[in-house]
């Protein structure tokens, strides 16, 4: 079993960044493939960014070069730092944790089993 809690949430101006983070907790949380996802008020959830115990990564193309996924395996948290934000991004953002490899299909729901209950990022123009 995994707990994850997300921080760091909150309202910015576009063209600013935030640096989200989830705590994860629970037996050898460190192995899981991680992820995170997000949801608009009215869009499906979507993968962002996915990342595995070894630091391989996968971005969506919407994220891609803005923001960055990183995890510290010893604190069993793991980071989105977004960058160059746009109205577009704003989103509850959701923390999710999996087995396997981060290939095929990391960005995909049902790669993860244990899910946050999510931080909401509010970007304005």
């Known amino acids: 079993q995994v707990t994850l809690v997300e921080s760091g949430g909150g309202s910015v101006q576009a063209g600013g960044s935030l640096r989200l983070s989830c705590a994860a907790s629970?037996?050898?949380?460190?192995?899981?493939?991680m992820a995170w996802f997000r949801q608009g008020p009215v869009q499906e959830r979507e993968g962002v960014a996915a990342?595995?115990?070894?630091?391989?990564?996968s971005f969506a193309s919407s994220v891609k070069g803005r923001f960055t996924i990183s995890r510290d395996n010893a604190k069993n948290t793991l980071f989105l730092q977004m960058d160059s934000l746009r109205t577009e991004d704003s989103a509850m953002y959701y923390c999710?944790?999996?087995?396997?490899?981060?290939?095929?299909?990391?960005?995909?729901?049902?790669?993860?089993?244990?899910w946050g209950q999510g931080t909401q990022v509010t970007v304005s123009s």
């Open positions: 999710a944790a999996g087995r396997g490899d981060l290939w095929p299909s990391p960005l995909v729901e049902n790669r993860y089993n244990y």
């Open positions: 990342i595995d115990r070894r630091g391989g990564t």
């Open positions: 629970g037996s050898t949380s460190s192995g899981y493939l």
